[in-house]
Each structure stands twice: as C-alpha cells, then as structure tokens.
C-alpha cells in the first residue's frame, strides 16, 4: 500500500513564527503536492513538486514556500505564520501523470491541522 | 481556467437508500479525467472511483457508480444500499489529460442516518 505520512496530526503556533510541515511517501513518486482545505472551499493547491529540487507555483502560493531535497520528502514551510493561515494541510503524491493509467491518481496523508493564534 | 462545482455542501441519507451527490465542471478540453475522492472523519482521503472523458460508459465500482455527462459537463455519484462506513466528505475532482495537478470541487459532507 501507498503510504504517505505527515509528520504531525495537530500543531499550534504563534503568530510570526516559522512553521515546518513535513510530508513523506514511500512509493518512490516523482510528483508531490501541498494543499490547504477550508470548509466550503475544498482543497486548493499551493506548491507541487514533479522532481528533487524542482517545484512550481499552484493556486494560493502567497506566505508559503517548499523544499524538496529528497525524493522522497516534500517539506512547506510558513516563513512567519499569520491567522489567516489556520487551516487542514494535506499533502499527496503521485507518479507522473499519463504514465500508467491504472496508477494514475493522487495518494495522500491524514492531514496536519494547523492553529495560529 | 477549469473549475469544479459541488452545489450541495450537506446530504442525508437512511442506511441502506440510495443517494446521488452532484458535480459540474467548466473545461474547453476534450481529454481528461474525473474522480470522486473520499475523506472520512478524521481519516485519509481515497480515490472512490473515475472516469476518463474519452469513455461513454460510466464507471463503476462496487455500489458507487457515476452518471457521465459529458456535453452537460455534470458528473454525479451515486451511492446504492448507503452503509454508516460511506459517512464522509466527498470532492469531486478535474484532471485535464497531461497535466498533473487536480482541480478539487468544494465538497459534499455525506450524512449516513441509521
């Protein structure tokens, strides 16, 4: 079975500060995803990553960044964490899209629920 | 830009009805894929089931299957003998063919009354 892993449920933080939320697959995927989920909003994409060291902008990337420097392990990063930024985090991986039809679709994590106070 | 529509943020259903959540979906491409994705209470989502454009016959998956519509760009799931285990967020999702990234509806939370 796919496993993807975040590697916290719950976190609180404080405003300003500097947030890590770590993600990691064991399928070897080459393609990785950030997503926020809001109620009433679904998910949005905010950076997906489609190799080491590469990544690319999605819907909502402003306050976000990501790093990527292992295949395996997809890391967003809130540089100064606002309120505005409490949300469910969900990451997801994937091999490269048209490769193999029948395993063509998103794996993704239990979710980090995210408080800024 | 494509967008996915839920128009239906809450649905009930009695154990063991029948129930249909709706999707709709803007694209000007010919050639792509839709899924519907399951998110338990406090759980992982999962694929339940998609569909590729190309396809007149709608999939099926045990008792989910889809209703197709592809010149009215409306994609719908539907739920047989509905089980308290189908109580969930469901998001309809858009994949345009080549791309990698899903463009995820606002959701439907699926209420299971026994």
């Known amino acids: 079975d796919v496993k993807v892993t975040q590697s916290s449920r719950y976190l609180v933080k404080r405003t300003g500060e500097k947030v890590f939320l770590e993600c990691v697959q064991d399928m070897d995927h080459e393609n990785m995803f950030w997503y926020r989920q809001d109620p009433g909003l679904g998910l949005r994409l905010i950076y997906f990553?489609?190799?080491?060291?590469?990544?690319e902008k999605g819907d909502i990337p402003e306050g976000y960044s990501v790093s990527r420097e292992k295949k395996e392990r997809f890391s967003l990063i809130l540089e100064s964490a606002s309120t505005n930024q409490t949300s469910m985090y969900l990451c997801?991986?994937?091999?490269?899209?048209?490769?193999?039809?029948?395993?063509?679709?998103?794996?993704f994590g239990a979710g980090t629920r995210l408080s800024v106070l | 830009a494509q967008t996915v529509t839920q128009s239906q943020p809450e649905m009930s259903v009695q154990e063991a009805e029948t129930v249909t959540l709706s999707c709709t979906y803007d694209t000007s491409e010919s050639d792509y894929y839709l899924f519907w994705y399951k998110q338990p209470p406090s759980r992982q989502m999962i694929l339940v089931i998609r569909q590729e454009a190309y396809k007149q016959q709608n999939a099926t998956e045990n008792r989910f299957s889809v209703n197709f519509q592809k010149a009215a760009k409306s994609f719908s799931l539907k739920i047989s003998d509905s089980q308290l285990g189908d109580a969930a967020m469901y998001f309809c999702?858009?994949?345009?063919?080549?791309?990698?990234?899903?463009?995820f509806g606002q959701g439907t939370r699926l209420t299971i009354n026994p």
């Open positions: 990553s489609y190799d080491v060291k590469m990544k």
């Open positions: 999702a858009y994949r345009r063919q080549g791309a990698q990234k899903l463009v």
């Open positions: 997801a991986s994937s091999p490269p899209a048209g490769l193999d039809r029948w395993r063509d679709i998103q794996y």
